[in-house]
């Protein structure tokens, strides 16, 4: 068997014995410049380099380019558009983590017109309280700054309903969706 300068066996031939893992990969891709990884067998060469990529695909971003729509995904979609452009006043996206539930609702918010959807994406985090939500929703449908918007509950629900009903009367439609709603 052939090896390399470091008594390892090349990356091809790792690759199909199954010796090389995913992570070995994505590891020598965090690398410090000059440093080898000790397992990959990659030496300088990155991951990008080694398999023609042009963009990191573990990357934690949501970039579209990577979206593969099943038919489960193709669905889904159809599904939420259907619900926006039919005003179907609610509708649910729900899986496992990590099977494409955030990519569906930015493939989502690219499909809808601006003339006609106002689309909002808040992404909920732990403890959000109500009053915080509702800002959020009024900053992200009017632009205004935290510290002109009202302190109590009441108000708040007050402003968002406004808000709400002025875009109704401008034929423009608010979509807002909610990722990560399980901290709420």
Not at 91 to 104: A, E, N
Not at 119 to 134: D, K, N, Q, R, Y
């Amino acid at each position: 068997m052939a090896k390399d300068a470091y008594g390892e066996l090349s990356t091809d031939q790792e690759i199909k014995r199954g010796k090389l893992s995913i992570e070995d990969l994505i590891e020598s891709t965090q690398v410090s410049e000059g440093s080898r990884p000790e397992k990959s067998g990659i030496g300088k060469q990155t991951m990008l380099d080694y398999f023609g990529f042009r963009s990191h695909p573990f990357a934690d971003s949501l970039d579209l380019s990577f979206f593969y729509k099943s038919n489960g995904h193709e669905m889904a979609l159809i599904k939420m558009q259907m619900s926006i452009e039919h005003d179907i006043s609610f509708g649910l996206v729900t899986g496992k983590s990590g099977t494409g539930k955030t990519m569906i609702s930015q493939a989502l918010l690219e499909r809808l017109s601006l003339k006609r959807f106002k689309p909002v994406l808040i992404l909920a985090t732990p403890h959000l309280s109500p009053g915080a939500f509702l800002k959020i929703i009024i900053k992200e449908l009017t632009g205004e700054k935290d510290a002109l918007l009202p302190r109590d509950l009441h108000s708040l629900v007050e402003k968002t309903s406004q808000t709400l009903l002025s875009y109704y009367q401008d034929g423009i439609k608010p979509v807002i969706l909610i990722d990560e709603t399980h901290f709420l």
